[in-house]
C-alpha cells in the first residue's frame, strides 16, 4: 500500500491563481479530512468527507473547496490563492474517527506570493 | 477554551530520562489519539487508545476515560524522540464529527 500521497510537496503560488492540491489514498478508507497548519499553530481541519459524493466544512473552510467522486480521491481547490492560504498541507484519511488509526499524507508546502 | 488541552507546551530533557507528558479533555470522548511530527516532517499516529492502556517500544500511553485524561510516556528518551506530540480527540459539535488537537508538546531531547 502506498498510504496517502500528496501533489505536490511544495508550490508557489501568485495572489489570485487557483491550483489543485491533490490526496489520494488506497486503503477504502470512508474518511478523509484536509488541515492547515501554521507556524507555531495546531492543525485546523478545512474541509473533511465521511464516504464518496459528501463532504462538510470543518473549521477554515473560506477560499477552499473540495469533491470526493471517489473513496480514493479528495482533492483541495484554492479558488484564487490569498498570502494568509500560505501554509502546509495535509491530507488524512481513516475508516473512522473514532475506533481507526489516522494517517496522514506527507503534507504540501505552500505559499502564496 | 480548547476542548483539548495539552501540558507542558515545552519540554527539555537529558538523553535516558523518563518523560511524561498530559492531555485532558472537556468531553465525553470515545477514543484520543497520540500523534507525533518531526521537524519538518510528517505527522505519524502513535497510538490510538480508548481504555487502559499500549505500548509500542519505549513508548506508552494511557487514557483515563472517567477523569477525562491521558498520558504520553517514553521510556529511556533519546534525541531521537526530538519532536512535537499532540493528542487529539474525535469530538462532535452539531453535525459536525472532526479531530479537536491539542497545542502539541515541543520535546527536545539532550545527548
Known amino acids: 500500500n502506498a498510504g496517502v500521497t500528496q501533489t505536490p510537496k511544495f508550490q508557489v503560488l501568485k495572489t489570485g491563481q487557483s491550483m489543485t492540491l491533490q490526496c489520494a489514498q488506497d486503503?477504502?478508507?470512508?474518511?478523509m479530512s484536509w488541515y492547515r497548519q501554521d507556524p507555531g499553530m495546531g492543525l485546523r481541519l478545512i474541509h473533511y468527507s465521511v464516504g464518496a459524493g459528501i463532504t462538510d466544512q470543518g473549521e477554515v473552510p473560506n477560499g477552499y473547496n473540495v469533491s470526493r467522486s471517489t473513496t480514493e480521491d479528495f482533492p483541495l481547490r484554492l479558488l484564487s490563492a490569498a498570502p494568509s492560504q500560505t501554509s502546509v498541507y495535509f491530507c488524512?484519511?481513516?475508516?473512522?474517527?473514532?475506533?481507526?488509526?489516522?494517517?496522514f499524507g506527507p503534507g504540501t508546502r505552500l505559499t502564496v506570493l | 477554551k480548547n476542548e483539548v488541552e495539552q501540558s507542558p507546551q515545552n519540554l527539555t530533557a537529558q538523553e535516558g530520562e523518563f518523560i511524561t507528558i498530559n492531555c485532558s479533555y472537556s468531553?465525553?470522548?470515545?477514543?484520543l489519539h497520540w500523534l507525533q511530527q518531526h521537524p519538518g516532517g510528517g505527522i505519524v499516529s502513535l497510538f490510538m487508545l480508548s481504555s487502559g492502556k499500549k505500548k509500542h517500544g519505549r513508548l506508552i500511553a494511557t487514557i483515563n476515560i472517567q477523569e477525562k485524561h491521558s498520558s504520553l510516556h517514553i521510556t529511556a528518551s533519546h534525541p531521537r524522540d526530538s519532536a512535537v506530540y499532540i493528542c487529539?480527540?474525535?469530538?462532535?459539535?452539531?453535525?459536525?464529527?472532526?479531530?479537536?488537537f491539542g497545542s502539541g508538546t515541543q520535546l527536545t531531547v539532550l545527548p
Open positions: 487529539a480527540a474525535p469530538i462532535s459539535s452539531g453535525s459536525a464529527r472532526q479531530l479537536t
Open positions: 486503503m477504502n478508507h470512508e474518511y
Open positions: 468531553v465525553g470522548i470515545s477514543a
Open positions: 488524512a484519511s481513516s475508516y473512522s474517527l473514532s475506533t481507526d488509526t489516522q494517517y
